[in-house]
């Protein structure tokens, strides 16, 4: 599922990061890699919330509607 649907406050495993090379890049800077442990914490019209690697980031609805978590 995308990381724009994903329910709030429940560890999930990133499955696919989709995007233009540099987006891509970005996030593996970010620490958003492919097995890595994320979790949404708050979610708003303009994006979310999330925690990853023991960091907070917030995130466009464009960039988290390309993170497909499980």
């Not at 620490?31 to 919330?49: F, K, M, P």
């Amino acid at each position: 599922m995308p990381l724009s649907i994903a329910p709030i406050n429940v560890p999930l495993v990133v499955r696919r990061v989709s995007g233009e090379a540099k987006l891509q890049k970005h996030l593996v800077s970010l620490g958003i890699v492919l097995g890595a442990s994320i979790t949404v914490l708050s979610r708003s019209r303009g994006g979310a919330l999330i925690e990853i690697k023991g960091s907070r980031l917030a995130l466009s609805r464009d960039v988290i509607s390309m993170i497909a978590v499980s």
